[in-house]
């Protein structure tokens, strides 16, 4: 089992801060975002990591990790990001978001998840979600799951906060033939798209610029069945400069610990 980290992105939302250093090397609780990453996944016995950098990628430089670099990134998302790190799949790959923090109890559950395809969702993010946005709306997707805890909707807008069954975090992890199948549907829709210059994942964007829950939605179109892995809380996002207010506020520091330990 291996991790690929996706640390490429520049972070424009946590401006200043994002200005001189990549998002992934901003500091909470005494940490940076991806040694924190780094820790957890080495405390799991996992020590095959590799991060995809791009923006200021010459500041990310931590031993015994290896490194592939996204050259287009300011012009390219998620996906591409993690394409570019395509070599590095193995028969059990995580893959996870650089602008968030788990405790080790999230990624074990992952690793024990013996599902081709195993999503992390947060199932108590709503009050999570209402701490850090007057309105929570603005910043949510859809998400919803079938009854054996398939993911049936992600990532679309919605707006009725009622439809939403849990929070898509950014980990996961894709094994055994998810491995062929997330290749086949990159490869196929890559050439749709420059054939036609209609992207399949996403008709309003471009295909470099696919977000990853589009290519997670395309793989549930394709009939794969993308298994919900329940938490509740036990992790932060760092997604603009009110986050980053938010948990380094001392008078809120109980508050912040509901949601996740830094000790853990």
């Known amino acids: 089992m291996n991790v690929i980290i996706l640390a ?3 972070g424009k939302r946590l401006h200043p801060l994002t200005l001189t250093k990549p998002k992934c090397m901003i500091e909470l609780f ?3 975002l991806l040694e924190r990453q780094i820790s957890v996944f080495r405390k799991c016995g996992i020590n095959d990591i590799c991060v995809v950098t791009g ?3 010459e500041l990310i430089n931590y031993p015994n990790i290896d490194y592939v670099k996204n050259n287009n990134f300011m012009k390219t998302n998620m996906l591409e990001s993690l394409f570019c790190a395509v070599d590095k799949f193995t028969d059990s790959t995580i893959i996870s978001y650089a602008d968030i923090i788990f405790e080790q109890k999230v990624l074990e559950k992952l690793i024990d998840s013996d599902n081709d395809f195993s999503i992390i969702i947060d199932k108590h993010w709503e009050k999570y979600w209402k701490m850090r946005s007057n309105n929570p709306l603005n910043d949510l997707e859809s998400l919803q799951t079938d009854n ?5 909707s992600i990532g ?3 707006n009725d906060l009622k439809v939403i069954q849990g929070q898509y975090i950014g980990l996961m992890k894709f094994q055994n033939d998810a491995i062929k199948e997330i290749k086949s549907l990159y490869t196929k829709s890559k050439i749709i798209f420059e054939s036609t210059n209609e992207n399949p994942l996403n008709h309003n964007i471009s295909f470099e610029n696919s977000y990853m829950t589009d290519f997670l939605r395309g793989l549930i179109n394709n009939g794969q069945k993308l298994k919900a892995i329940n938490i509740e809380n036990s992790w932060l996002e760092l997604d603009n400069i009110d ?6 506020n001392k008078e809120l520091k109980k508050q912040i610990l509901e949601y996740y330990d830094p000790n853990d």
């Open 8 to 10: 490429a992105g520049e």
């Open 55 to 57: 923006y200021k990628s």
């Open 243 to 248: 986050d980053y207010n938010l948990y380094t």
């Open 156 to 158: 679309e807008k919605v």
């Open 148 to 152: 054996d805890e398939n993911i049936t």
């Open 30 to 32: 005494n940490k940076t």
